[in-house]
């Protein structure tokens, strides 16, 4: 009934800027936590290895939590998606709107700068050896660091964005058992890794003083493929397996509770600018609206193709080939 060639932005993403924070609206941010972590799909959070959850710290802290099961990233892969969580697709940026509002950014990172080199500083304290290039085995040195930084802002006066960043579970896998085990075992071995490595920070995030200031926001950039629909890793197509991801928030003004309405990574930039009040909620990147202005679609792109969710239905586009998928989630969900 609506023809995705009809497309045509909107003007204002305030309702999904509501849709985050809750119906208080904004309320004074003492500091903002974004926890990212690599490659995370949601559906790993409820994966057991036998009767024992595979992450059960985040996903009690995900049960506790605003949750959206219906997030998705704009892009199958970090250099995009993290760029439009973080709002880099508008000018002036997110962290430019932080940085003139005095409002400090640091970043907690094993990959360096890779993520935030606009940020005002980059904690490069859990960057491995660079001969070791096994970033994702640093969660370790990350949540240490994470722990370290939220100590020294939360003592000082200035408000401010604290993004962390687990590079785990992010191919290539270590994992903990046979090198001939398959890459989605390696891969659940890693989920149980970062799990049990976060799990220090979680905790600290929810304690009383710091749960009454802060607003803590947990993301992934992307998933992952396991050969749902033949094919592994991710970066190239834009089904669920790599375009789902991991979304839920704390803190004052969020009420715990679960929506299943499609949200965006790109919604969590102007939700960021607007706790802080910083400017405008507009323009987010990588969202548009069919000709009714009132519906939600979320649009992303993959290296060959583009889509697009609205309500149930999910458009894929490849552009080599000019192939159109169209799918039925709620009676589809596999695709």
């Not at 119906?23 to 903002?32: F, S």
């Not at 972590?37 to 992450?55: C, G, K, N, Q, Y």
């Not at 993004?163 to 290539?172: D, I």
């Amino acid at each position: 009934p609506w023809a995705p060639t009809r497309w045509k932005p909107v003007a204002s993403y305030d309702s999904d800027v509501r849709a985050l924070v809750g119906e208080q609206g904004a309320q004074p941010t003492r500091g903002v936590v974004l926890v990212m972590i690599d490659t995370l799909r949601p559906d790993a959070l409820d994966w057991r290895d036998d009767e024992h959850l595979l992450a059960p710290n985040l996903h009690d802290a995900r049960s506790r939590s605003r949750t959206w099961s219906r997030a998705y990233a704009t892009y199958p892969g970090t250099g995009p998606s993290s760029e439009a969580m973080l709002g880099r697709a508008k000018s002036p940026t997110l962290l430019d709107a932080l940085h003139d509002a005095d409002i400090r950014s640091v970043a907690v990172t094993a990959s360096g700068p890779l993520l935030a080199p606009d940020f005002d500083e980059v904690d490069s304290s859990a960057k491995p050896d660079e001969m070791t290039h096994r970033m994702h085995r640093y969660a370790d040195r990350v949540t240490s660091a994470a722990s370290k930084q939220l100590d020294r802002l939360m003592a000082g006066a200035q408000p401010f964005l604290l993004l962390v960043h687990y590079m785990a579970p992010h191919a290539p896998y270590v994992g903990s058992g046979s090198r001939f085990a398959s890459a989605r075992d390696r891969y659940e071995d890693e989920v149980a890794y970062v799990d049990a490595e976060i799990a220090p920070l979680l905790e600290r995030l929810g304690e009383p003083a710091a749960a009454g200031e802060l607003r803590v926001f947990v993301v992934s950039d992307h998933g992952e493929e396991f050969l749902e629909h033949g094919y592994g890793t991710h970066g190239v197509r834009l089904y669920d397996e790599s375009m789902r991801v991991v979304l839920f928030a704390t803190g004052p003004g969020i009420e715990p509770g679960e929506s299943s309405e499609p949200v965006s990574g790109a919604d969590l930039a102007p939700t960021l600018a607007a706790l802080f009040d910083v400017g405008a909620t507009d323009a987010a990147p990588g969202r548009q609206s069919p000709t009714d202005e009132d519906a939600r679609v979320i649009t992303m792109r993959g290296a060959n193709s583009f889509g697009c969710v609205r309500g149930p239905i999910k458009w894929i586009h490849d552009t080599e080939t000019g192939c159109w998928e169209r799918y039925d989630l709620a009676s589809d969900p596999n695709e």
